[in-house]
């Protein structure tokens, strides 16, 4: 299916455990992003990608890494994940500077 | 640092009357963008409107129109002849041209009575 795809829709994961949110999308979009959604926060940016290979830091990157190997697809791992990590995960792509971002389904992830 | 302002938590309007729902942005790059998204209950993030900072003329999409000033820094959504499906939470969003990050404010829930 052509667009913007996360796996999985939700998640149950227990403290300290690894887990990883996967982003593909098919429009070969240069730019990706991943958000989180809290209450009272709206959307924060964790972690972008200009182009495969090219990651920068959001406004929320501590516990998360990422990685682009390829344009498509950008996962998001939480290397230990907390509490504080609950949340509802989005990502976004766009095909340059100039234009909207599409965004999944969302994720969402609970921390037990 | 970029930063977007949205002080509405939450707002009602009457079925078929026009709302503004504000937004205030912060940044000292010259080329941005402005947008304005609708997340409704079921959560899907929607794009309605854009608004460059060249733009000389206030974008509309339908409904939809942004009331952009620029000197003022505000970029508010202005819905015409709200209907029962407008309710939702919009959010404002900015991205800067050179940095490319893309940032949003923390939303205003808007509910259309009937």
């Known amino acids: 299916d052509a667009g913007i795809t996360q796996s999985p829709r939700y998640k149950i994961t227990e403290t300290g455990r690894q887990v990883t949110l996967m982003c593909h999308q098919t429009?070969?979009?240069?730019?990706m992003f991943w958000y989180r959604q809290d209450l009272g926060h709206g959307l924060r940016l964790i972690y972008y990608?200009?182009?495969?290979?090219?990651?920068d830091k959001g406004e929320v990157p501590d516990g998360y890494v990422v990685s682009r190997s390829k344009t498509e697809n950008f996962p998001l791992t939480l290397e230990s994940a907390t509490r504080s990590q609950t949340s509802v995960y989005f990502c976004?792509?766009?095909?340059?500077?100039?234009?909207?971002?599409?965004f999944g389904q969302g994720t969402r992830l609970t921390v037990v | 640092a970029q930063k977007i302002t949205q002080t509405q938590p939450g707002m009602f309007v009457q079925e078929k009357e026009a709302v503004t729902l504000d937004c205030t942005y912060d940044?000292?790059?010259?080329?941005?963008?402005l947008f304005w998204y609708k997340q409704p209950s079921s959560g899907e993030m929607i794009f309605l409107i854009y608004q460059g900072s060249y733009d000389q003329q206030n974008a509309t999409e339908g409904r939809y129109s942004l009331n952009f000033q620029k000197a003022r820094k505000s970029a508010n959504l202005v819905i015409s002849a709200s209907q029962l499906g407008d309710s939702a939470m919009y959010f404002c969003?900015?991205?800067?041209?050179?940095?490319?990050?893309?940032?949003f404010g923390t939303g205003t829930s808007l509910t259309v009575i009937p």
């Open positions: 976004a792509s766009c095909r340059d500077s100039f234009t909207e971002a599409f």
């Open positions: 990608s200009a182009a495969a290979d090219i990651t």
């Open positions: 429009w070969s979009h240069s730019y």
């Open positions: 969003a900015m991205r800067d041209f050179t940095g490319n990050q893309f940032y």
């Open positions: 940044t000292s790059d010259p080329s941005y963008g």
